[in-house]
Structures are given as structure tokens and as C-alpha cells.
């Protein structure tokens, strides 16, 4: 007999909300081959619990007033992030998420979120290692095999793109969501997934993000859209729409789901806006779309039109329409293909046929005659499109298409840009060429609108700067590129010819970038927030094409050699660092400080003995939350410093920088001990203790209270590569927090940009005046890697019961690795005990619930064909609470597969 243990299961003992609880005497169990599925109409993908926070007035009101279901993926349970209610880190965070998100998202009506059981390891700007630490194949196909399981007609998910401060995880999460998207309607696609699992490929009908390039959010129920970018397609629903369900606005019932969040900070959110007129709008940007698109896309079910909802025009549910063409970059005077695919559902469209239009001077060849179109049929026509040779280049235009029928009629459209036959750009961060990458391999293109590419230079420094030309044309090309700076830089020489471009082909020119004016102001200071643009103007067949860049100017400091090291005592006293300071007190997240006494700063930096030393001066008025010394983590969550070093200057992200932590105080401080930090989000993320051991702190908060002072010691040898004196990236942020609730209100900084601390390219530079670096390999980043798991959260196991989907996406098991109940869950006086029998080996968590909480929980392996009894001798309370409605659930894995049974307690 295997006993598990009685004791309470602490970190499970949360309210329930958001599974609905199977009726009284049903014998739920699910993730077998064959079983029943939840079939859903939308579906959100994001990485984390709270992704989804800003959609749920759109979900909710598309719930009570259409019928429409949607679910969530949530790659992620946030296990990475703060938490502003706890201590808990890690997979108990992630339980905590998971309950937050279920109890918000309930709101909206939605009853089912999907966990992946990936890792949310920290923030990063960076999708590429996002796709390292998650991996491509394996977290796609999970997503794929729900698409197929949940049959969506319509998927929502985020921005892909690299724009500032976007998180990585976010922007991967979009990507994998769109790829989902052509996966799987592919049956050549993860195959395994209808041989082994018993699905069948799905093509859901739309794609959109979440948000919209527009001239700021439209508010107030006419939801006027300004889009940047004419060829988006933007679709618009307000918030402001009264639910009779809740007795309230939608906009105000989502704001009281997003203060379910506590752990993120959110519980402090203020009540929605109660004039109509200023009650914002929702906006979603299509990625694709296999269905006629409406042309009200101010009508809150116009992204439903043809998918959930009727077609305005009659056509029939499912029916297809769409457009690919040969290349999205096309140019003036050569012709291209545009083809045009209809596919009907149960219903035939009879004679049909399609038309295109296009802009003035535009011209079009081929019959677009279908024939007679029958049910389940698929037909496509080709035409040829070719732009006038004057077309003004670097603009998008949209190839529109009408589909008329017997039965109705329907439109779509298609964007190309038109480029000149030579285009010169600058040469992309590593992320944003990643981006274009992956847009073009997918066939997304149009999602690369309005990134800008940038170059860091230091004040009153140089760097090279790449430029790529790249010929469009059919035809080899010769030419001459041009660089226009602004006042206060250059670049030189000033133009560059190139010849015999083959087709397709690109080449790299390198030329010498320089800010030339010292006195410009830095970082997110100067030029349009914090760029300074310069054009790239080309000249090839006969068409000039100019495109943006921008400098971006970073703060610089020389850092001298001290002739004796600074006494580390919390007192940046006079005489102890050589060299200017330097102004943390740049704005770059959050509230503007009231006046310099409630949020400012500075810092010194010299080195010496091998190590850097640091002393940063904070003025601040409110001191927020002192934490214990086992909850000094998360800095951003409180009064704090964070220094970021990226010792070579060359990192595409964190995982290969130092970035830690500085706690000016904690419980802790009033005993003796010293102040507390810890390295977040970078090479090696933990305590210093463990991560950094010779590393030394020092801190002096003033009494009373108008701020602080830190004094620290970074041992090269403790960074993950050596320094270079010259090419490296240093950067120090100050956070603010006047509350005692664990969130920050303010971030200050030297070096400033939204997002900058995911950004090395973006931190300034420090030049060490007589420094020499030894010779080092740079470490291999240590990156989080313990996720939670599905088995292991009763919520999660409930719902695949209930709804049928396997636990964290993975495969169902198969009759010959299945689990089962022989016996029970039988409650007997104090004593509950189930008898479960596997097919094969595996391990079984099981939990003791209440409806509202576990009660008792057990791990179990099983050996197959092997009975084993599992028992709990209960505490009085604990038997009440199990006798009316209780079950055991009972999360099973078996070689990768998973299946979940909920029976009743009797």
C-alpha cells in the first residue's frame, strides 16, 4: 500500500474559479485517443497569465451577446516574474498565476486556458532566445495539436515584432501562434498528430493581433481608427458596450478582472473612465485571413464575419477567399503573379467568379472565370499585375479582390510595397533582422510596418556602420548610395557607388558613423524620442528611394584607475572616485518624478585591484516595501539600483551581460546583516551569494529618510567575459517605489529608452583608462529552467477532464497507456482511498479537492498491470469538506503523454 501524505497542500489551497465543476455524480475522465473535445470559436495565444487582460472586454461582450467561446493558451504560468502578494517564486508562482488568471478571465466567460509547461525563464526583449530556451519544434506542435483539438475559427495573439520594450517571450508567442495558424490546415504538418492522435487538420479563418499601428487609441463608441499605415487592415471594438450580465460596462468589468492579477501589482488599477466618450476602443490588426473581409471594421463583430458570423454580403459559413502573390516587395515596370483562391464549404457557390482592383495606372491580365463552384471545392485563377514604372517606391498598396457568386458576394485584399529596383538600408539589429527573417519565410511581410532601424553611438564618439543594398530588379544594377545626417553627425565618406548588383543579390557597404556635437542630449533625452534620424537615399534604374534610420546617442563616461580602492561603507565620500558623475535621473518607465527630492540620482565609477566599484547617490522622499532578505528579488518591485554591465559590447541580449539588483535595505538590515542583491535576467540570475560570490555591498539609508546611498565592488572575474576598456556596455537604473504594496512607480536611469533594460545595445559605454583584459572565453549562460507543470495544478486537471484536451498540450495517451480507477475513491469514516491501475509505467499526482481546494494530494509510480491503493487518513474538517461533491483528481503522464480523471468521491 503507497500512503501519500496527509498534510494540507498549502501552496494548492486556492479558490477555484473559471473550471466549471462537472455535475454531481459524473465520472469524469478524459485524454484517451478518441475521446470528446471542447470545440472553441476564438483563441487567444500569449506567453504568460495576464496577456490576454486587455482583450477580455472584446471576449466578454462576444460571449453574452453572440454566443462566441473562446479559449486561451498561455505558453507560460509566469513562474518568472514578481509577485507583489507573496514570497512565492517559481512553480508556486506559477500555481498563484494560474488561480489569478482563471478568476479574471471567468469574467469574460472563458472557461478554458491551456498551459504548455514552458518555461517563463525572465524578461527579454529577445525572440531568438526565447526560441533557444523553449525550442521551435516542440512548443509549435503543441500549439498546432490545440488548434486542431480546439478548432478556433478565429486566432488573436500578440505584437511579433521587435519593437521597443516588446517582451521576447510576447513576440515569439505571436510567431509560434502564427505559424499555428498555416500548420495546421497542413496535414503534412505534424502528421503523427492524425495517424497516432486521432485529429485532423483545421483551417481556422483568421488571424489577428492584439493592438494596431494608429495615431494614438481611438476612444468613445464611433472607434475612429487613424492607422499609420494605410494597407492594415484594423478592426475596432469598444469597451464601453453595457453588460446586463455584470450590471456593468464591459470596460469596467474588465478592469475589475485585471485587478484579479495582484501578484503583477495589478489590484491597484483605477475604475474604467465613466464618460462614454472616453471610454477607449480595442483594436486588432489582421495577420491573415481565408475568409471575405468586411468593410465595417467598426462593427464589433466584424472580425467574426465569415468565420463565427454570417458574411454581411450571404455567402456561405466557411466559404474561402483570399490572395497570395509572388513577392510582397514588387517592383515598378515588372510584372508579377497574384492568385486567387475560393474554396466552398457544405454549400456550392454555383457560377462564380473574381475581379481585382488596384490603383491607378495599375494593369492586370487573366480571366478570373471559376467555373461552377461545387461544395467542398477548391478553385484558384491566376493574374498578372504589373505596377507603372514611375510607381513611387518604399509605399504599400493594397491588390483588392470581389467574389461573385450565385448565392453572394464577398472582397478581400492583399498588400505589396513597392520597392525600387536598389534599395540601400541600414544594417538591422540582430533582432530585427531575425524578425524579417522569419516574416518572409512565413509569408507575413506586411508585419515589418514602421520598425525603425537603429545605430548606438556613443557622445562624441564613432562607430561603423553597415548599410545593405539589395537589388530587387530582374536585372543587374549599378549605382550610387547617399547618407544625409543631421546636425551633429556624420558619416563618411558621404556616398558610396556600387556596380553590377546581380539580381536578389546584396551587399554590405561599411561606413564611418560619428556624433559630431558632444553637446547633444542623450539617450531617450534627445532628438524624437531618442532619435536622432539620418536618410539613406539610393539611386539605380533610374528611381530614387529614400529610407529612415536613426542614431540613437548613448551616454559616455571615462572611468579612471583609483589609487587606492574605495571603502566600501555606504558613504560616496570625497576624494574616493575620480572622474565626472553621472545622471541617473533620466525618466524611462512609469510616473515623472514630482521634483528632484522625490526621485533623482548619481553615480561614480572607478576601478581598481581587478574589479570595478561603484557609488550611487539616491534622493527620495517615500521609502516603499522593505523586503525580508529571502524575498530580496524581483528589484523592480521597490526601492532600488540595478547595474547592467555587458563586458564585450557586442550582446543581442541579457544572457550573456550582468545585471543585478541592489537592495538599499531589507527586514533583515536592522539585525546587522548586510543589504541584499541579486542578478536578474542575465548570464546567471539568482542571489550573489550563489551567483556572484565576490561581489561586495554596502548601503547607508539616511534618517530620516530622504534617501540612500550604495557602494558596491563587481570583481571582473565575476562577469561573463572579460572587459574590453573600450567596447562594452554599461548602464545603472534607479526604481522608485512610495508604496508599501510591492510596485514600483518610477524608473530612472543613465543611460534611457523604453525597454532599455532588456536592450544592451542601448546602455552607455565606459571607457577604462588603463585596463588591460586577460584573455577569457565567455561563459555559457545558466538560464531558468523549472517550469510548472500541468500535472501538478488540480485547476489544470480538472479542466481536461472536463473539456477533453490533454494536460499541457501534449499527445493523449493510448489505450495502452491509459490509467484507470478500479476501486473508489471510497471515504470511509477519516480515511479516502482510490485503487488506480496503469497500462503502462508512468507517475500519477493526485489530489484530494473540494471544489474550492486540495485537501490531501500523493505522487504515485505506477507500474503497469500493477494495482496500487492510494490512502489519506483526513482531518476531521477535511473529511467535511470532501463528503458532499468531493473527487479525486488524478493528473497521469506515461511517456510524454498525459490524460486527467475526476472521479467522485463516494
Known sequence: MKRGSSLLFVLLCVTLVGVPWPSPGAEVSAGVNGGPRVDLDVLFVGAHPDDEAFNLSTFGRWDEYSGVKAGVVTITRGEGGGNAVGPEEGPPLGLLREAEERRAVRRAGINDIFYLDTVDFYYTVSAALTEDVWGHEETLEKIVRLVRATRPEVIVTMDPAPTPGNHGHHQYAARLATEAFYAAADPGVFPEQFTREGLGAWRSASILRQGANTDGTPTGPGCDVTALEPTDNIFAVWDGRWSARHDMRWSQVEV????????????????????????PCDLYTLIDSRVPLTEHTDRPTAMLEGAVATHEAGLPPRTELYLTSEDFYVVGGETFEVSAHVRSGDDGLGSSSVSLSLPPGWQVEGSGDLGMVEPHETTDVTFMVTPPADASPSVRTSVGATLTTEVGGGATNRAVEVVPPVRGMLEPLPQVADFRRWARRVGVEQLDSLLV????????????????????????????????????????????????????????????????????????????????????????????????????LVPVTRVAEATAAPTLDGVVSAGEYHGSSLNLSRLWEGEPPDSRADASGRARVVWADGALYLGVEVADDKLGTVLSQSDAKRHWRTDSVEIAIDPRGDSENTSSTFKVGIFPTTRASKEGEPPAAYRDADAHQGPIEQTAPGMKIASKVSSPYDGYAIETRIPFSELPAAMHPRRNGLDIFIYDSDTQDKVG??????????????????????????????????????????????????????????????????????????????????????????????????????????????????????????????????????????????????????????????????
Open 256 to 279: 475589475e478582472a485585471q485587478r484579479e492579477y495582484a501578484s503583477q501589482g495589478w489590484s491597484v488599477f483605477g475604475d474604467a473612465p465613466s464618460e462614454p466618450a472616453d471610454i
Open 453 to 552: 532601424d537603429r545605430l548606438s553611438i556613443g557622445r562624441g564618439a564613432g562607430a561603423p556602420a553597415g548599410v545593405d543594398l539589395t537589388n530587387y530588379s530582374r536585372e543587374a544594377q549599378s549605382g550610387l548610395v547617399r547618407f544625409k545626417t543631421g546636425a551633429g553627425f556624420s558619416m563618411a565618406p558621404t556616398e558610396r557607388r556600387f556596380t553590377a548588383l546581380a539580381p536578389g543579390a546584396t551587399e554590405r557597404v561599411i561606413v564611418r558613423a560619428a556624433n559630431t556635437d558632444p553637446g547633444l542630449p542623450v539617450s531617450n533625452m534627445g532628438g524624437e524620442e531618442g532619435d536622432y534620424p539620418f536618410d539613406i537615399v539610393t539611386q539605380a534604374g533610374g528611381i530614387t528611394d529614400r529610407k529612415f534610420a536613426a542614431f540613437n
Open 745 to 906: 512607480q518610477t524608473r530612472l536611469g543613465w543611460s534611457t529608452w523604453e525597454g532599455v533594460q532588456g536592450d544592451p545595445y542601448r546602455w552607455g559605454h565606459a571607457y577604462l583608462e588603463g585596463y588591460r583584459a586577460p584573455d577569457r572565453s565567455r561563459d555559457k549562460p545558466i538560464i531558468p529552467g523549472v517550469a510548472t507543470r500541468s500535472v501538478r495544478s488540480p485547476r489544470s486537471i480538472l479542466q481536461s477532464a472536463r473539456n477533453g484536451v490533454p494536460l499541457a498540450a501534449a499527445p493523449a495517451v493510448t489505450p495502452g497507456t491509459s490509467l484507470r480507477v478500479t476501486s473508489g475513491p471510497n471515504l470511509e469514516g477519516n480515511a479516502l482511498s482510490v485503487t488506480l491501475k496503469a497500462s503502462d509505467r508512468g507517475k500519477a499526482h493526485l489530489f484530494a479537492w473540494d471544489g474550492r481546494r486540495s485537501r490531501a494530494d500523493a505522487v504515485v509510480a505506477l507500474d503497469p498491470k500493477t494495482p496500487i491503493e492510494v490512502s489519506w487518513t483526513l482531518a476531521e474538517r477535511d473529511r467535511a469538506a470532501l463528503e458532499e461533491g468531493g473527487r479525486v483528481l488524478v493528473g497521469w503522464r506515461s511517456f510524454g503523454r498525459t490524460q486527467s480523471l475526476a472521479p467522485r468521491i463516494r
